[in-house]
C-alpha cells in the first residue's frame, strides 16, 4: 500500500529540469516544452533548466516559458558533470523559487535535482523515459556511475512518474524500488495544433509532397536500432512483392539518427527509391500527419511515443509494436494493430489489410482522434500533472 500523502495547494512556479531543450527536437524535449506552455497558460510559472547549446541564449522568454540554459563546457562526462554541479547549486540557491521540480529522465541531474531537495524540501518528481528493457534504471545497472546513481535513487526514494503499466508493474517488482511514490502519469498531445485534415485538405497534402493519392505508411523518429527502421523497410520490400495489382502504397520515414545511412542504404540496395520518402529531420511535422493514412511504431522499446500520439489526434491509424504506452493507447482492431517487433511476417500481415481496405485506415483513424481527445489531450494531461504535484494520485 502507498503512504499516505498530504494534498497541497496547486503550485504556482515550477522548474523544469532537461538536459537538451529546443533548438534540440526529441520527444522529451517536445513533451517538456508543450507541458511547460500549458501550465503557463495556468498561470504556473514555468523555469526550464537545461545546458546551453551552441548558438543559443543564456535566458530566452518562449510565449511565458523562462529557458535558463547553463554553460556546461567539455565533451562527454565533463559535460554531464558540469551540467549535474551548475543544476545543483542554481536549485540550492534559488530552491524558494520553485515549489516543484519536474525532472524530465532519470539520469545525473537528477541526482542533483534530489540533492538540492534535501536542502530546499523543494517537492522534486522524476519522469522515467522509455521502455522496461531501455529506460534509465535498466540501462544504468550496466555501468558503475549508473550503479552508484540507483544506489542513491532507493536511500533518496524520489516520486518517479511512470509512463506505462509495463514499467510501473516491473518497478513494483524490483529490489530497492518496490517501496517508492510510484506515479502513472502519460504524455499529452496538442489536440488543437495536431487535427484530422478534411478529405480535400488530405489530397492536397499528399500532393504537395509528390505521394499521389497514394495509401501512405508514416514513421516519425530518431533512426537508431532500438526503433528497427531498418528492419522496417525490409518489411516493406516483401509488402510490395505480395499486394499484387493496385495503386502502390508510399512508406514515409521522417528523422535523422544514427541509422539513417544504414536505413538509406536499405532502401537503395532493394530498390525501394519509388516507393519510400526519406525526408530527413523535419520541425514541422503536421504536413506528414496530414498527408499520412497509418502510422507505424515498430520499436522494440518505448515509453508513450510523442509521434504516436501526435498521429492518433492527427486521425491516423495505427501500427505499433506490442510494447509500453502503445499497449495501453491501441485498442486492437479498433483504432489500430498491434504486432511482436521481432515478427515481420506479423507486421507485414497488419500492412497488408490496410492495403487490401483503403478505408480501414479512415475508420480507425477517427477512432485513433476520439482516443487521443479523451486520452491524451494535453488539457487533460496538464490536469492531472497538477493534481500530482499536490500530492496525488499514486500506486
Known amino acids: 500500500m502507498a503512504a499516505e500523502t498530504v494534498k497541497r495547494p496547486r503550485p504556482r512556479a515550477v522548474a523544469m529540469l532537461i538536459q537538451s531543450f529546443f533548438p534540440a527536437v526529441g520527444g522529451a524535449e517536445r513533451q ?20 546551453r547549446l551552441p548558438g543559443t541564449l543564456p535566458m530566452e522568454d518562449m510565449g511565458g516559458v523562462r529557458v535558463l540554459r547553463l554553460n556546461c563546457p567539455g565533451p562527454g562526462v565533463l ?18 523559487a520553485y515549489e516543484v521540480v519536474h525532472v524530465h529522465l532519470a539520469s545525473s541531474h537528477a541526482v542533483a535535482a534530489l540533492l538540492a531537495s534535501r536542502f530546499t524540501g523543494t517537492r522534486t518528481f522524476v519522469k522515467l523515459a522509455d521502455g522496461r528493457a531501455q529506460n534509465e534504471i535498466t540501462l544504468s545497472r550496466g555501468t558503475l556511475p549508473g550503479r552508484l546513481k540507483l544506489a542513491f535513487f532507493k536511500k533518496a526514494k524520489p516520486s518517479l512518474m511512470v509512463l506505462n503499466t509495463e514499467v510501473l508493474d516491473w518497478l513494483k517488482g524490483q529490489p530497492g524500488f518496490g517501496g517508492l511514490r510510484l506515479i502513472p502519469f502519460r504524455n499529452g498531445v496538442d489536440t488543437s495544433r ?9 489530397l492536397n497534402a499528399k500532393a504537395a509532397l509528390g505521394l499521389g493519392n497514394s495509401l501512405v505508411f508514416l514513421f516519425v523518429g530518431r533512426l537508431d536500432p532500438k526503433k528497427r527502421v531498418r528492419e522496417l523497410v525490409e518489411s516493406w520490400a516483401g509488402v510490395l512483392q505480395e499486394k499484387g495489382a493496385g495503386p502502390e502504397p508510399r512508406l514515409v520515414i521522417v528523422g535523422t539518427g544514427g541509422e539513417a545511412a544504414a ?18 529531420m523535419r520541425e514541422d511535422l503536421r504536413p506528414y500527419y496530414r498527408a499520412a493514412d497509418v502510422f507505424i511504431l515498430p520499436s522494440i522499446a518505448e515509453g508513450l511515443s510523442n509521434s ?22 491501441v485498442a486492437e482492431g479498433e483504432n489500430g494493430f498491434l504486432f511482436d517487433p521481432l515478427n515481420r511476417g506479423e507486421l ?37 500533472l497538477l493534481d500530482i504535484y499536490a500530492g496525488g494520485p499514486e500506486v
Open 79 to 96: 559535460g554531464t558533470f558540469m551540467f549535474m554541479a551548475g543544476a545543483f547549486i542554481h536549485l540550492l540557491r534559488m530552491g524558494s
Open 32 to 51: 517538456a516544452l508543450e507541458l511547460s506552455r500549458s501550465l503557463t497558460a495556468r498561470g504556473v510559472a514555468v523555469t526550464v533548466i537545461t545546458r
Open 348 to 384: 507485414k500481415a497488419h500492412m497488408m489489410k490496410f492495403i487490401a481496405e483503403p478505408s480501414l485506415s479512415v475508420r480507425m483513424g477517427e477512432r485513433s482522434r476520439e482516443v487521443a481527445v479523451s486520452r491524451y489531450s494535453m488539457a487533460r494531461v496538464t490536469d492531472d
Open 308 to 329: 504516436m500520439l501526435e498521429a492518433m489526434s492527427s486521425g491516423l491509424a495505427v501500427l505499433a509494436s506490442r510494447v509500453g504506452g502503445a499497449r495501453e493507447a
Open 194 to 202: 495536431y487535427s484530422p485534415p478534411l478529405y480535400q485538405e488530405k
Open 263 to 280: 536505413v538509406g542504404g536499405a532502401v537503395e540496395a532493394l530498390g525501394l527509391s519509388s516507393s519510400v520518402l526519406l525526408a530527413g
